[in-house]
């Protein structure tokens, strides 16, 4: 709740909303092996492969939070 502020879009391809920089954000992503792409008004964007799987998709949440943990 620190770190985000809203999930905007449907489907796979979802943009969510920062509340500290969108390239901070990145950065930490990365960091963690986790590739977003910053977009406008400090949203990062979630473009996962059309075949991705349930367990890719649990593993990519995972590390979203642990690089949202590591700007707390």
């Known amino acids: 709740p620190t770190i985000f502020e809203l999930v905007r879009g449907a489907g796979l391809m979802i943009g969510v909303k920062c509340v ?5 954000v990145v950065a ?12 406008g008004d400090n949203v990062i964007r979630l473009l996962p492969a059309l075949n991705i799987t ?11 939070d642990q ?6």
Do not use: C, F, Q, R
Not at 20 to 24: A, E, F, K, S, Y
């Open 20 to 24: 500290v920089t969108n390239t901070d």
């Open 28 to 39: 930490a992503g990365y960091a963690e092996h986790l590739l977003t792409v910053p977009g």
């Open 67 to 72: 690089a949202a943990a590591s700007l707390a």
């Open 54 to 64: 349930d367990d890719d998709i649990a593993k990519a949440a995972d590390l979203l």
